[in-house]
């Protein structure tokens, strides 16, 4: 929930900077990178990107801040964080949903500041009736305001974890020793980089917006939060 930091500049090269602390989300899983600002007194440009690079987060400005600059502060575009937040915890929800009810399991999915979409293998007939009680079931859990948790598990206790077995795991690079968990108690749990709420009614209320067999066995749900 850090809206603003303070830190260090490790590098400056042209647009790009590299500090040695950041609150900035730089992408994965399907959630895009934060966006935002870095400055310090009269100084200020707008982060429109974010990556990965190694250990590091490459912050991508829209104009390169002097190399003679030490120190930044920088500052989240709240809103679309907090609504990345909403719909990354959402998916899991209705992941954990679709698995222990309906005994399906996720192949992909994608989050937007203002929608989300989920592909699943999905063993049953696909029916209206089918998705409305997804989508009841979602909500009901999501009112059930369930505690999000995030730690870290050993490698080889994650590996032997059949929630996470079930989430494929097991394609967590082997260089990584201590994988991070996000877990929607007594829901879902899985290996997960992104951000979430402290608790499924942060969320609020989702609706399916639409749905579709892409196969005979692959389905998608596209949704909304309200």
Do not use: C
């Given at each position: 929930?850090?809206?603003?930091?303070?830190?260090?500049?490790?590098?400056?090269?042209?647009?790009?900077?590299?500090?040695?602390?950041?609150?900035?989300?730089?992408?994965?899983?399907?959630?895009?990178?934060?966006?935002?600002?870095?400055?310090?007194?009269?100084?200020?440009?707008m982060v429109v990107d974010a990556r990965r690079e190694g250990g590091e987060v490459v912050h991508v400005t829209d104009k390169?801040?002097?190399?003679?600059?030490?120190?930044?502060?920088?500052?989240?575009?709240?809103?679309?964080?907090?609504?990345?937040?909403?719909?990354?915890?959402?998916?899991?929800?209705?992941?954990?949903?679709?698995?222990?009810?309906?005994?399906?399991?996720?192949?992909?999915?994608?989050?937007?500041?203002?929608?989300?979409?989920?592909?699943?293998?999905?063993?049953?007939?696909?029916?209206?009736?089918?998705?409305?009680?997804?989508?009841?079931?979602?909500?009901?859990?999501?009112?059930?305001?369930?505690?999000?948790?995030?730690?870290?598990?050993?490698?080889?206790?994650?590996?032997?974890?059949?929630?996470?077995?079930?989430?494929?795991?097991?394609?967590?690079?082997?260089?990584?020793?201590?994988?991070?968990?996000?877990?929607?108690?007594?829901?879902?749990?899985?290996?997960?980089?992104?951000?979430?709420?402290?608790?499924?009614?942060?969320?609020?209320?989702?609706?399916?917006?639409?749905?579709?067999?892409?196969?005979?066995?692959?389905?998608?749900?596209?949704?909304?939060?309200?």
């Open positions: 929930y850090t809206k603003e930091f303070e830190a260090r500049v490790v590098k400056l090269e042209g647009r790009e900077v590299i500090l040695d602390r950041t609150a900035f989300y730089p992408g994965g899983g399907g959630q895009p990178p934060d966006k935002g600002s870095l400055g310090i007194g009269p100084i200020r440009a390169a801040i002097p190399d003679t600059v030490r120190d930044l502060k920088g500052a989240l575009e709240w809103g679309r964080r907090f609504a990345y937040m909403r719909y990354h915890t959402a998916l899991h929800v209705l992941s954990g949903v679709i698995w222990r009810n309906f005994d399906a399991r996720v192949t992909g999915g994608q989050m937007r500041a203002d929608r989300a979409r989920m592909d699943f293998s999905f063993p049953g007939e696909w029916t209206a009736e089918v998705v409305g009680e997804i989508e009841r079931l979602t909500n009901e859990a999501l009112a059930q305001e369930r505690p999000v948790r995030v730690y870290e598990l050993e490698r080889e206790k994650a590996l032997a974890n059949p929630d996470l077995i079930r989430t494929q795991v097991n394609l967590v690079p082997e260089r990584v020793q201590h994988i991070r968990i996000v877990e929607i108690q007594g829901l879902d749990t899985q290996a997960d980089g992104g951000t979430h709420v402290a608790n499924t009614g942060e969320v609020g209320s989702m609706e399916i917006t639409g749905h579709k067999s892409k196969g005979r066995q692959n389905k998608r749900i596209e949704f909304v939060l309200r």
